[in-house]
């Protein structure tokens, strides 16, 4: 019984060391937070040809609001070979791909489930290591989570 409540007592302090400790802008694969705070949905999602693990945000204002997860790596891909591959990776969600009005412009993705949409954004030209920033933000309503 002892033993039970010093178990309990030990996790509820590192529960609340680790919430105020916590910094949503910098989620990791396989930390908590990211089995916590991240859709199985983009967690399911690949970083393709990464150059380095891809970070993690999850910010919301109330339970009310939709959620805005994102994701950030450096990849090797050329910008049009990012926004084809997600594209193709998607294609079970069934969102339609809107066409940018520039180069430079996020591509918006829309989808059947209103309650779903997410832009994708990558950086040209590529750093000095031949990788561009990719940026993926997606928009999920309380009903699609």
Partial sequence: MLATGAA????MVWFVAWFLTFDDGGI????????VFIPAK?????????????????????YLEAETIKMEFPSRF???AIVA?????VS????ARDFPSGPDSPVTF???DPNVAFRLMTANPPNESGCRHVKLEFRFSPAGL
């Fill in 85 to 89: 591959a997600y594209e193709r990776e």
């Fill in 28 to 35: 990791r694969r396989g930390d908590l937070a990211y089995f």
């Fill in 8 to 11: 309990l007592l030990i996790a």
């Fill in 110 to 112: 829309r989808c059947e």
């Fill in 78 to 80: 050329e910008g049009h």
């Fill in 92 to 95: 079970s969600w069934t969102c």
């Fill in 42 to 62: 983009v967690r399911g999602l690949p970083a393709f040809a990464q150059c380095d693990e891809p970070i993690y945000a999850s910010s919301t204002n109330d």
